[in-house]
Every structure is written in structure tokens, then in C-alpha cells.
């Protein structure tokens, strides 16, 4: 990683991955059959339910969607807002990122009980919405191969040009959505969905923490692309 180009950014953007597979892992075992990260997933199941499958919600994923939309158009405007500053930039997005997933531990806490529908709604609501700022956020911080999200082009790279210069960046893109997966499930199921938010939260609050000390920096690595 050259950190004459990117400085830190693309060790706090694998820390993102993780994230991201953390509150997928939560949305769709514990949630309902949901993504809120990945949006593909999402739009494909809304054809699975055009052509009559029954095991998704329709509800779901129209506000995993909308939300999602509307985080991404939260980091546009923030993006354009930061005074091209990089570091500055991650560090408030993650600063609002944890707040939306930290409001989702205390929703998960109140309401999943009961397991109601309502809970279920204003999860999905907080961690798309989290999950969307994330994405416009690591798309304006411009950080090759890493989204945060999706995959599909890292693995297709991965494969079609085995010696690129970011191979190892792909590989770390790869694994940091699998360990955020894999820790995701674990504690949603050994323990509760309120214990994978925790988790989330405190690497938010990790990577908001960091990036506001970077963002003092006058490297040339912190200016926007």
C-alpha cells in the first residue's frame, strides 16, 4: 500500500469491510432475509418476490434500499462539504456511521424480545442508512480496490490480473469481509444481535476516533482526489 498516495486510508477502509460484513451477517440471518450493505442482493431479491417467492419481505427491502440511497446522498453532500480534506472526512462519516449503528444497539436492545416487526423495520432503517454513507464515503475518499460493500470486481480482478500492484489489497478486501461475516454470525447466533452491533459500533468509533487525529495532517495523502 503506498502511503504516499492513500497514507492510513486503506487500513481504515479494510476495518470498514469488516463492518460491512458484520451488519450483513446481522440483516440477513437475524433480520429476515435482508442485505443492508449490499444492494445487489437487495435487488434481486425484490425479483425473486416479483416472480412469487415468499420467503422475503417485500418491506424489508424497500427500506434497506431507501435508506441506503438516502446515506449515499448524506456522503455526497458531505464529500463535497469536508474542504477536501480526506482525513477530515472519514472521520466525520464515521462519526455519524457509529451513531446510526450505536442507535441500532439500543434498538435490537428495546425491542427484539419480542422479536416484533417494528424493531426489525427500524434496524434495517439505521444500518442501510449507515451502510450507504460508508459506500458514497469510501467512493469520494478514492481508495483503489477498496468499496467496503461488494466484491464481485475484487475477485474478478483477482483473478484476471494476478499481478497487479493491489493484489495484496484485494486479498485484505477479501478476508476483511469474510472475518466481518464470519464474526457477525458468531455473535448473532452463540449470543444476540445487540452483541454483532456492539461490535460494529466500536469499530466505527475506532476508525472515527484515528481518522480525526489524521485529519489534522498536511500530507499529501489527506488531499481530495
Not at 429476515?32 to 449490499?38: K, T
Not at 454470525?185 to 475506532?206: D, E
Request: proline share 1%; net charge positive; hydrophobic share 55%.
Amino acid at each position: 500500500m503506498d502511503t504516499r498516495i492513500d497514507g492510513p486510508l486503506p487500513l481504515a477502509l479494510i476495518g470498514l469491510t469488516v463492518v460491512a460484513g458484520v451488519v450483513d451477517a446481522v440483516s440477513y440471518l437475524g433480520l429476515g432475509h435482508v442485505f443492508v450493505a449490499n444492494m445487489t442482493g437487495n435487488v434481486v431479491f425484490l425479483g425473486f418476490l416479483a416472480g412469487g417467492a415468499m420467503e422475503f419481505s417485500l418491506a424489508l427491502s424497500l427500506i434497506a434500499l431507501g435508506a441506503f440511497v438516502c446515506g449515499a446522498l448524506a456522503g455526497g453532500r458531505l464529500g463535497r462539504n469536508s474542504g477536501g480534506n480526506r482525513g477530515r472526512l472519514l472521520a466525520v462519516s464515521s462519526g455519524i456511521q457509529a451513531a446510526a449503528v450505536g442507535a441500532a444497539v439500543l434498538v435490537s436492545l428495546a425491542s427484539f424480545g419480542a422479536r416484533g416487526d417494528g424493531g426489525a423495520h427500524a434496524l434495517v432503517l439505521l444500518l442501510a442508512f449507515a451502510m450507504g454513507l460508508q459506500t458514497a464515503t469510501a467512493r469520494r475518499l478514492g481508495v483503489a480496490e477498496l468499496t467496503t460493500v461488494v466484491l464481485t470486481l475484487t475477485i474478478t480482478g483477482l483473478a484476471a490480473d494476478s499481478h497487479h500492484p493491489n493484489t495484496g489489497r484485494r486479498l485484505a478486501a477479501i478476508a476483511a469481509m469474510f472475518v466481518g461475516a464470519l464474526a457477525g454470525a458468531f455473535l448473532m447466533l452463540r449470543f444476540s444481535v445487540s452483541a454483532a452491533l456492539a461490535l460494529a459500533t466500536a469499530l466505527l468509533l475506532l476508525t472515527a476516533t484515528a481518522a480525526y487525529r489524521w485529519s489534522s495532517s498536511t500530507d499529501a495523502w489527506t488531499a481530495a482526489k
